[in-house]
């Protein structure tokens, strides 16, 4: 099974300021990685997937970028609303796999 | 949104079985029997884990290897429902389950509000 390490397992950020998270496959999964936005007590949310693509009724300032192994997820400028755990997703291989998560969190 | 409504969980002892079911709205112009469902599962606290997908047709499955053999994932178009049966449940299934529907290439564009499956004896 393909493992997705993602780092840093915590990203301590203020309002405004742009987030950068990391996601590594074990294997390369081509472009076919997905990330996902998870809130307290909320199902996840789907982000980006094929690396770059923004979801339906995503804002621009997520970004997706990456491929083999080597992923980014990047917030230009972090709103209130996106202190949340995000997951990426890998889907070349089953099992499908997710990352560990890295929480962004107001610093 | 694709509502996706979960029921089914409880508290069961291991060794039990449980069957979770996910109902579709067909909202939105969301034709239930065109796309494959998955289940996925985030014990307490913990990551997500992938559980089971099956085709829209039904036609085939895939399990993550922690269920093999022991879960089976199913769909009754007519109903708009996929179906998680559960049996030989272990301590380490206690998780909110949740379905969520494929977006076409194995990625996971709606989800529901998840069910809880509690093992304990």
Known sequence: EIVLTQSPATLSLSPGERATLSCRASQTVSRSLAWYQQKPGQAPRLLIYDASNRATGIPARFSGSGSGTDFTLTISRLEPEDFAVYYCQQRTNWPLTFGGGTKVEIK | ?121
């Not at chain 2, 895939?62 to 109903?79: E, L, Q």
């Not at chain 2, 449940?89 to 379905?99: F, G, I, N, Q, S």
Request: include cysteine; glycine fraction near 10%; charge should be neutral.
């Open chain 2, 1 to 121: 949104q694709v509502p996706l409504v979960e029921s089914g969980g409880g508290v069961v002892q291991p060794g039990r079985s449980l069957r979770l079911s996910c109902v579709a709205s067909g909202a939105s112009g969301f034709i239930f029997s065109a796309s494959g469902m998955h289940w996925v599962r985030q014990a307490p606290g913990k990551d997500l884990e992938w559980v089971a997908f099956i085709w829209s047709d039904g036609s085939s499955e895939y399990y993550a290897d922690s269920v093999k053999g022991r879960f089976t994932i199913s769909r009754d178009n007519s109903k708009n429902t996929v179906h998680l049966q559960m049996n030989s449940l272990r301590a380490e299934d206690t998780a909110l389950y949740y379905c969520a529907r494929d977006k076409g290439v194995s990625y996971l564009d709606h989800w529901g509000q998840g069910t809880l499956v509690t093992v304990s004896s």
